[in-house]
């Protein structure tokens, strides 16, 4: 994918369209998506820095009955991911960028870096509750965090 922040959305969709009849996700394909859209925002944004003579690989396996592993890798000079500050104190609560990688941990089963920050791998395993079926954004301040960024993110797509 080029490291252009207008290519996420499609190649996102794409991607969904494709894992689908894997049925490897099943009730479990927005907290994919969510979490797929902020590995690769992150990959074009601060691992590339939207340089566009670099790519973001991404590789996915699904398996029915098992689940489904993305692997998301820029080519920048990576990170560390114990240095990123907490979001649910009251200071990240109010910045404007610092979600996605907790977003990305709530979302999914499994989040590990590689490569010195610069891949990410995420897993998502067959869960008998759907994320749909999250509580109310009142029942918890990591669900109020959720929701905020989603309606964020909602409306960016509006635009």
Request: charged share 30%; glycine share 8%.
């Amino acid at each position: 994918m080029p490291s252009e922040t207008e290519a996420v959305s499609p190649t996102i969709e794409q991607l969904m369209r494709l894992i689908e009849p894997w049925c490897c996700i099943r009730g479990d394909e927005f907290a994919v998506e969510l979490a797929l859209r902020e590995a690769l925002n992150n990959a074009v944004i601060h691992g590339n820095r939207l340089d566009p003579n670099k790519f973001v690989e991404i590789r996915c396996r699904c398996e029915r009955g098992k689940g489904i592993w993305l692997t998301v890798s820029d080519q920048g000079t990576g990170f560390d991911p114990s240095a990123v500050p907490n979001p649910l104190t009251p200071r990240g609560l109010a910045a404007e960028h610092g979600r996605g990688l907790h977003l990305m941990k709530l979302m999914m089963d499994e989040v590990s870096f590689k490569r010195g920050g610069s891949e990410v791998h995420m897993r998502k395993g067959i869960t008998r509750k759907s994320t749909t079926d999250l509580p109310k954004p009142s029942e918890g301040v990591e669900r109020q965090f959720a929701a905020s960024h989603l309606k964020a993110e909602l409306a960016n797509r509006k635009l």
